[in-house]
Nanobody, 122 residues
């Protein structure tokens, strides 16, 4: 089992930045891909970004490419999502997630945090 806890959500104006963090515990962290999903009101949960266990491979949804950056620190068992140039359509609950495998995908994630709210005002 792996426990995940997000932090760093909040309210920001359009064009601003936020940094989300995810603290992981419970199993070897560096062997697990980490990712971020989000769910807006009335919409399905969607993939945002993923990073491989060693951190050398990243993958982004087209809607956030060039604005968001995912990273991880295996020494601290943390993953982060730097979000720049935020738009009102980025408003959602953001979830940290982990896979048993080392490679990120857009589906089949095994562990989830409780989520953190991000609200972008226009």
């Amino acid at each position: 089992q792996m426990q995940l806890a997000e932090s760093g959500g909040g309210l920001v104006q359009a064009g601003g930045s936020l940094r989300l963090s995810c603290a992981a515990s419970g199993r070897t962290f560096s062997s697990n891909a980490m990712g971020w999903f989000r769910q807006a009101p009335g919409k399905e949960r969607e993939f945002v970004a993923g990073i491989s266990g060693g951190g050398s491979f990243t993958h982004y949804a087209d809607s956030v490419k060039d604005r968001f950056t995912i990273s991880r620190d295996n020494a601290k068992n943390t993953a982060s999502l730097q979000m720049n140039s935020l738009k009102p359509e980025d408003t959602a609950v953001y979830y940290c997630t982990a896979r048993l495998a080392a490679v990120p995908t857009i589906s089949n994630w095994d562990f989830w945090g409780p989520g953190t709210q991000v609200t972008v005002s226009s």
